[in-house]
């Protein structure tokens, strides 16, 4: 063969040679492995390289401080290799790196916290408690060890469904709450730009309308009974707080014993914990008294009336749990705990004639003038005393089969 012909063959750099490079030079090793020296003399490894889908690139290697001769040529090689494989190196450079932050604050717990934090900022109390619950009743007890970078919307649907299975509502903001999560992910660069979870459509569709509710004293009985069957005294003693109270069941399973005065019968809510933002005063009737001084002695050391099985200490029993306790002592459909208020707010109106504000206060509703919003501040206490007496003998008269005969006093 003709000399001019001949492939022409690059010989490896020698240290020597490396060394040597002078500013602005460009010295090829070989196989696309070149030393580039810029004008200031900083000497760095940089591969010229065919992308998978026919494009030229270039990936640096690092400084020749950093890097001697023989592992930029192995590093090379390696890359290579890859190559062969459809990998191009700049692509798997990044995902090494999203595993390496993955690896550090990579678990959906650990993102899921951070979004929580971030968002808590901006929204209201009631907000910030209603995720507080989604995230550590819900969504964290399944999903927390999983990879932010890697969950799939096939492992989130099955923890959907199943929050669906007892709270229908509580599942589409929890669906609403994993997509926001996963996006967080990707703006933090944990997770790969575009990889955003398909939930539309995960859950089925439920039928539009008010909480599942009682509102005639014939249907009360067979509600009555079944909680009467219920064998765990936390729930059975929740629930009935519950129907005798009217309070919103998330404010019932957070029960606090330094919010109870059981000598005159009251219970505080703070601010805190009501949706409105305000303190409120909760009747107790004679009825519960005994049940919450049974609990007392079973709950030792933990603050809650309620608290939960796995940490007694930190947490309480969950709001949607007791719905699902009512579903399983077949009351599916019939009536769900936040369904207690409406039960409340219409029997007694009708049966017990409580006035209107009286039955509002008690429920803790917003006013619309400044002439009731006047009047709230006295939260009606005296009369919601009366009315919450004469509703727990009401229900207890239904219970034993009694003729009930309304007292039909006029609420002041």
């Known amino acids: ?141 399944k999903l927390s060890i999983k990879s932010v970078a890697d969950i799939a919307s096939a492992d989130v649907k099955p923890v959907l469904l199943e929050i669906h299975e007892r709270a229908p509502m509580l599942a589409v903001k929890a669906r609403q709450y994993c997509g926001q999560i996963i996006s967080y992910a990707i703006q933090e660069g944990l997770r790969e730009d575009g990889r955003e979870l398909s939930l539309k459509g995960v859950l089925p569709k439920s039928a539009k309308g008010h909480y599942a509710a009682v509102t005639k004293s014939s249907d009360l009985p067979p509600v009555i009974k079944a909680i009467e069957g219920i064998e765990s005294i936390y729930s059975k003693v929740a629930l009935k707080v519950c129907l005798y109270t009217a309070s919103r069941p998330g404010v019932v399973a957070g029960m606090r014993w330094n919010e109870l005065n059981l000598d005159t019968r009251e219970w505080h809510v703070p601010a805190s914990r009501m949706k409105l933002g305000n303190d409120h005063i909760t009747p107790l009737p004679n009825q519960l008294i005994p049940m919450l001084k049974d609990l007392k ?33 077949g009351l599916r459909n019939v009536v769900v705990t936040h369904g207690f208020r409406a039960t409340l707010r219409t029997i007694a109106r009708e049966r017990l004639r409580i006035h209107p504000d009286v039955l509002e206060a008690q429920l803790s509703h917003a006013k619309k003038g400044d002439v009731q919003k006047a009047y709230d501040r006295t939260q009606f206490l005296e009369e919601r005393q009366e009315l919450i007496q004469r509703w727990a003998d009401y229900i207890d008269a239904l219970k034993n089969d009694e003729i009930v005969v309304p007292l039909f006093k006029k609420s002041r």
């Open 1 to 141: 063969m003709r000399p001019e012909l001949m492939p022409k063959v690059i010989r490896k750099l020698t240290d020597l040679e490396i060394k040597k490079a002078k500013p602005g030079e460009t010295k090829q090793d070989g196989k696309g492995l070149m030393l580039v020296v810029d004008a200031k003399g900083n000497k760095r490894w940089v591969l010229r390289y065919m992308r998978p889908d026919g494009r030229r690139n270039m990936i640096g290697l690092g400084s020749y401080i950093e890097v001697s001769a023989a592992a930029a040529r192995a590093e090379a090689a390696e890359i290579r290799g890859r190559l062969r494989n459809g990998i191009d190196p700049v692509d798997y450079r990044k995902a090494e790196k999203l595993e390496k932050q993955t690896a550090i604050r990579g678990t959906f717990k650990a993102i899921a916290e951070e979004w929580y934090s971030h968002k808590a900022k901006g929204w209201a109390k009631e907000t910030t408690r209603k995720a507080r619950e989604i995230l550590d009743y819900s969504l964290l007890p």
């Open 297 to 329: 002695a079973l709950t030792g050391d933990s603050p809650f009336v309620f608290p939960g099985l796995s940490d007694p200490m930190n947490k309480h029993i969950n709001r949607d749990s007791l719905s699902k306790v009512l579903r399983e002592n």
